[in-house]
């Protein structure tokens, strides 16, 4: 009998901390910068990004038929 009565007591002591409370994500601002990256780059910096974004075909690439 005196174990159940230690065992009762045991469990209600909490095994494990509460939960902690959720933080909301406050909105993101909305900034005014421009919609456009390459406004204000240089001409040297858009010519290399014009480089390097220039589409490269992969030989035996069939695109998909349309419906």
Do not use: C, D, W
């Amino acid at each position: 009998m005196r174990m159940k009565e230690e065992h009762q007591q045991k469990r209600k002591t909490p095994t494990r901390p509460g939960k902690l409370p959720l933080r909301r994500r406050s909105p993101t601002p909305i900034s005014s910068a421009s919609l456009n990256p390459m406004e204000g780059a240089t001409v040297a910096t858009a010519a290399r990004l014009a480089n390097f974004l220039k589409f490269v075909p992969t030989p035996g690439f069939k695109p998909p038929r349309k419906k």
